[in-house]
């Protein structure tokens, strides 16, 4: 009888790339070579795409390799040729279309003087308005595969966006009080007696995250209440140790029951009731992990004008880059040296534009590519 089975929740088709280089390096390297390659069928010709792509390239090494007071406005502009091009890749605009003045940024922003960077206001205008394409909510939709669910510009705080900003979740936490909504989760098809079911090991103080958002009853175990033959079945399944897990939480779906006869059949129905579950917020992280391991990301529905739904990280990102752009360039008096705006400004710009980077060359290519620099 199985007593553990593993076996990867989600989107898991992704190809994967050691290199020696530098990240920033190589994940251009691969961005650039898209132009020399068949295109996956769907998808426009890449070379027609090139031009953005290239300028996306100039603006990131520029901002790479500056200081981040003006590295903050390049980003910007780096993502939003990044956008164009993969919009364009999809086939949601045509070329020709990007050559004129139809494709509009989708953002504003009128002066304010906020209490604090993460109050700062910024607008989001729906996909087309009249003859014009938005390109930030039109981004959202082809990215996502689902429509934006606002028809009328609607008006948030950066803050409302932030808790999916993951490489600067410390500064976030400890400056603005602002918590994580991405949750980092492994999987496990357990069984004991004749019992059946599925288990994610998740952190303890996110385990409410997920349990909020899914439409499935989920039983959570902390690890500090398991019984042994849990802990052995994860020791065991993923080589870990009690260090490991001692913060983790087993989340729990109903137990289903099974006979000799069809074990591996109930093993397979609870199989495709877990993907069922948690498929739509799932995503593969933007860096290699070790296939032992099989991390993947669960990112909770996000709540706007009192609407929840699905949301990407590196949607959170881009639209940072906006305000930081916004602000750098009207506002500069906003991020006075050695204050938490600056501090939190620069982690973001030394760290978040690699992972988005990540997630671009991962939208971009199928079978999604990630990077090991090793």
Same mark, same amino acid.
């Given at each position: 009888?199985?007593?553990?089975?593993?076996?990867?929740?989600?989107?898991?088709?992704?190809?994967?790339?050691?290199?020696?280089? %530098?990240?920033?390096?190589?994940?251009?390297?691969?961005?650039?070579?898209?132009?020399?390659?068949?295109?996956?069928?769907?998808?426009?010709?890449?070379?027609?795409?090139?031009?953005?792509?290239?300028?996306?390239?100039?603006?990131?090494?520029?901002?790479?390799?500056?200081?981040?007071?003006?590295?903050?406005? !390049?980003?910007?502009?780096?993502?939003?040729?990044?956008?164009?091009?993969?919009?364009?890749?999809?086939?949601?605009?045509?070329?020709?279309?990007?050559?004129?003045?139809?494709?509009?940024?989708?953002?504003?922003?009128?002066?304010?003087? %906020?209490?604090?960077?993460?109050?700062?206001?910024?607008?989001?205008?729906?996909?087309?308005?009249?003859?014009?394409?938005?390109?930030?909510?039109?981004?959202?939709?082809?990215?996502?595969?689902?429509?934006?669910?606002?028809?009328?510009?609607?008006?948030?705080?950066?803050?409302?966006?932030?808790?999916?900003?993951?490489?600067?979740?410390?500064?976030?936490?400890?400056?603005?009080?602002?918590?994580?909504?991405?949750?980092?989760?492994?999987?496990?098809?357990?069984?004991?007696?004749?019992?059946?079911?599925?288990?994610?090991?998740?952190?303890?103080?996110?385990?409410?995250? !997920?349990?909020?958002?899914?439409?499935?009853? !989920?039983?959570?175990?902390?690890?500090?209440?398991?019984?042994?033959?849990?802990?052995?079945?994860?020791?065991?399944?993923?080589?870990?140790?009690?260090?490991?897990?001692?913060?983790?939480?087993?989340?729990?779906?109903?137990?289903?029951?099974?006979?000799?006869?069809?074990?591996?059949?109930?093993?397979?129905?609870?199989?495709?009731?877990?993907?069922?579950?948690?498929?739509?917020?799932?995503?593969?992280?933007?860096?290699?992990?070790?296939?032992?391991?099989?991390?993947?990301?669960?990112?909770?529905?996000?709540?706007?004008?009192?609407?929840?739904?699905?949301?990407?990280?590196?949607?959170?990102?881009?639209?940072?880059?906006?305000?930081?752009?916004?602000?750098?360039?009207?506002?500069?008096?906003?991020?006075?040296?050695?204050?938490?705006?600056?501090?939190?400004?620069?982690?973001?710009?030394?760290?978040?534009?690699?992972?988005?980077?990540?997630?671009?060359?991962?939208?971009?290519?199928?079978?999604?590519?990630?990077?090991?620099?090793?």
């Amino acid at each position: 009888m199985l007593q553990w089975k593993r076996a990867p929740i989600g989107d898991r088709q992704y190809s994967q790339i050691d290199s020696t280089c %530098p990240p920033e390096v190589m994940l251009w390297q691969e961005l650039v070579m898209l132009r020399h390659l068949n295109c996956p069928e769907g998808t426009a010709d890449a070379k027609l795409i090139a031009p953005w792509i290239d300028q996306a390239k100039t603006y990131f090494q520029d901002a790479h390799s500056a200081n981040w007071r003006s590295g903050g406005l !390049l980003y910007y502009y780096c993502f939003l040729n990044l956008a164009k091009a993969y919009l364009a890749t999809k086939q949601a605009i045509t070329v020709e279309e990007l050559k004129t003045s139809r494709i509009q940024h989708g953002l504003s922003s009128i002066p304010h003087d %906020p209490d604090q960077l993460v109050d700062f206001e910024i607008n989001i205008h729906p996909p087309k308005r009249g003859g014009t394409v938005n390109l930030f909510a039109s981004f959202y939709e082809v990215l996502l595969g689902e429509k934006w669910p606002f028809q009328e510009m609607i008006s948030i705080k950066i803050r409302d966006v932030m808790a999916y900003c993951r490489d600067i979740s410390v500064e976030l936490a400890n400056f603005y009080g602002i918590s994580k909504m991405l949750v980092d989760v492994v999987s496990l098809y357990r069984s004991s007696g004749n019992k059946v079911w599925h288990e994610l090991s998740v952190a303890c103080d996110a385990a409410d995250i !997920l349990r909020s958002t899914v439409n499935t009853k !989920l039983h959570a175990v902390p690890y500090v209440s398991a019984e042994e033959e849990d802990k052995r079945a994860w020791y065991e399944a993923y080589d870990y140790c009690e260090g490991i897990l001692s913060n983790s939480c087993f989340l729990r779906t109903e137990a289903l029951e099974f006979s000799p006869d069809n074990e591996e059949e109930v093993f397979q129905t609870v199989e495709v009731l877990a993907n069922r579950t948690y498929a739509p917020y799932l995503l593969p992280t933007p860096y290699v992990v070790p296939e032992a391991i099989e991390v993947v990301t669960f990112v909770s529905n996000i709540v706007m004008k009192e609407q929840s739904f699905r949301w990407h990280p590196m949607l959170s990102d881009y639209l940072f880059a906006f305000v930081l752009s916004t602000v750098l360039r009207y506002q500069p008096y906003m991020l006075p040296s050695n204050s938490k705006p600056s501090f939190t400004a620069e982690a973001w710009c030394n760290q978040s534009p690699i992972s988005s980077l990540r997630y671009f060359l991962m939208a971009l290519t199928s079978p999604s590519v990630r990077v090991k620099c090793v």
